[in-house]
DNA sequence: CGGAGATAGTTTAGGCTTAAAATATCGATC
DNA sequence: GATCGATATTTTAAGCCTAAACTATCTCCG
């Protein structure tokens, strides 16, 4: 069965007229990659942890902020919605992992933090995560990893540059 | 971290936790990149054509294929659920852009292609999508370019080798 | 033939996600 | 102090997505 070879959404790039064609190869293989470890993650954190990758993203945005945060800022920093960050945390506070209060100084805000609970959970998973990414990883060099950061780190400026630029 | 003492397999799986800081930082990275390109083409197919970035992907695998595909073989392809393909291309038939027809052979499968006006419609997509891809991209020299589609290569390999050794 | 297991696809239940509209509060200005 | 635009969050409607259970069909092998 698995004679053809593996199949994903990279396959056969479609020749395309324009001298573009290794831009949009890159493009499809960088979501190839994100899209074959954030399946991973999310299994293996499912299987676990009977955790959510969004719910883990949330708490790993907490877990730095010992003060907790307000929910704008949660969404701002987790690149997703308001909307989305209300539901989400509505459902962690009601698992006890994410404690909610109102700002006294502005009353339109709210802050959110981890519980105790919500902490101790977290951190146990984090350790595990981590060990998960190095494996997913571990067949790079060190110096592939640093390459990718500087690289990875010049296509996010390009993309951000390009972005406002559209606006 | 890299001791003079003999490493076995399982001295390197079972590094100090804080070992493997850049390979998070690396997966982290990889993600805010994917996620601010994904956001921006999502919200530019909305904004010029009112489709939806997994439609345009389904398409975009349609295109590829003269005959069309079995859902299957969709769902393979796109790194999605089967049920979640099932669910889309109902979509796009309904819009008239996708046909769907039962095997001869085998009556359990089905294959879709693009119609006439799907087909029309996405190379219309497609040529403005290749654009947006090399501006998003075109901070970075054709060398990073190549550099990265090597190392997101290697990276890709080393994800799908550990996924199946976890198995 | 006839069953056992594999394969193709659908359905279901629940959660995630977005865009857009709505609500509430704030801060500044008149 | 009333009003107006900005800000923080919620709500709504629609679609996306997954895992797991289910149905239908196929293939193999006795």
Aim: aromatic letters at 4%; charged letters at 35%; one cysteine or more.
């Amino acid at each position: 069965m698995e004679s053809s070879g593996i199949l994903d959404a990279e396959t056969k790039v479609h020749e395309t007229p324009g001298a573009h064609k290794d831009e949009l190869r890159l493009w499809l293989r960088l979501l190839t990659c994100t899209t074959l470890i954030e399946g991973e993650v999310r299994r293996r954190l499912r299987e676990r942890f009977d955790v959510t990758l969004p719910r883990f993203d949330l708490m790993a945005q907490l877990d730095r902020a010992e003060e907790g945060m307000t929910l704008g800022e949660l969404s701002r920093r987790m690149m997703v919605t308001n909307g989305n960050v209300t539901g989400l945390a509505e459902r962690l506070v009601a698992e006890g992992l994410v404690a909610r209060r109102q700002s006294a100084s502005d009353r339109r805000s709210h802050m959110v933090r981890l519980t105790d609970k919500g902490r101790r959970q977290f951190r146990k998973m984090a350790e595990e995560h981590e060990s998960w990414i190095a494996d997913l990883f571990s067949g790079l060099s060190q110096k592939d990893v640093e390459s990718l950061l500087t690289l990875l780190g010049k296509a996010k400026a390009s993309t951000r540059k390009s972005m406002v630029a559209a606006e």
